[in-house]
């Protein structure tokens, strides 16, 4: 994982103003599947079985600042062989949820030792990922060395993990307009929609999930790690500590119901 120097705030801003909304979308996607308890029991499996901490190692961002190396204490930092094994684990996971391996490889891999996600811009530095529902390359100039026995292995390996996450491709002539790309698209949605079902994995919930008001995620958040008190003890602890409205018994058995749903879903 690569991070960039140090970014003015007007920078800052103007990144994050032409950030793609899809990006967003991954990233509330991805959010909920480290809550839930299939994932979260997958991570503590993989951490069991190859000598990682329950809760990750130590994550220090004054001792990186070009990438995430493995932690030294790693019981298998030398180990080449456990290190190939445990990556392939790990894309295996990816994988399950339909996510291009190439981009989110990494962060399963940062979660899983640092137990972070790296995904939220930082004060320092920022994350600078490409994760888009979208994906655009120069296909000629990316095989012109295929040829080749180091370069060309490479990127036939590459492009056949693209096709497994962008099956459906959109060319666009050098000489089209912005206007005429937009009508192309509007006019033919119905026919890649139809491109887009054939392809679909119903079990994967990319888009189907909404950012909640912030205050009351933390309050939700709250009521779940609180679940195991007594219903009127949890209804005592969230009107204390999150002013405005009261919530019901059954509002707190409902919200359980509904975060532990949630949990279950991924």
Avoid at 10 to 27: A, C, G, Q, W
Avoid at 145 to 170: H, N, Q, V
Avoid at 183 to 188: A, E, L, S, V
Avoid at 208 to 231: S, T
Wanted: charged share 35%; net charge positive.
């Amino acid at each position: 994982m690569k991070l960039s120097k140090k970014i003015p705030l007007k920078e800052l801003e103007k990144e994050l103003r032409s950030t793609p909304k899809s990006f967003f979308k991954l990233k509330v996607y991805f959010e909920e599947i480290i809550k839930s308890e299939n994932f979260q029991q997958n991570i503590q499996n993989l951490r069991d079985k190859y000598g990682i901490p329950k809760d990750g190692f130590v994550f220090d961002p004054k001792r990186y600042k070009d990438f995430l190396p493995l932690p030294k204490k790693w019981i298998y930092i030398n180990n080449i062989n456990k290190i190939i094994e445990l990556d392939f684990e790990i894309k295996t996971l990816v994988e399950k949820y339909d996510l291009y391996t190439q981009e989110w490889l990494t962060i399963f891999w940062n979660y899983l030792f640092y137990n972070q996600t790296f995904l939220n811009f930082l004060k320092d530095h920022i994350f600078i990922y490409p994760y888009d529902l979208c994906l655009i390359n120069d296909a000629r100039e990316r095989f012109i060395d295929l040829d080749d026995p180091e370069g060309g292995p490479y990127w036939k390996m590459t492009e056949e993990e693209e096709l497994k996450s962008f099956p459906i491709a959109i060319k666009v002539s050098p000489y089209a307009t912005e206007r005429d790309i937009i009508d192309f698209i509007k006019k033919n949605y119905k026919r890649i929609n139809l491109l887009q079902k054939k392809y679909q994995n119903p079990n994967i919930k990319i888009g189907k999930f909404r950012k909640k008001n912030e205050i009351i995620q933390k309050r939700n958040e709250f009521i779940w790690k609180h679940r195991d008190l007594p219903r009127k003890k949890i209804m005592y602890l969230v009107n204390e500590k999150f002013k405005g409205k009261t919530l019901g018994y059954a509002d707190i058995e409902k919200i359980l119901i509904l975060e532990h749903k949630r949990r279950k879903e991924l």
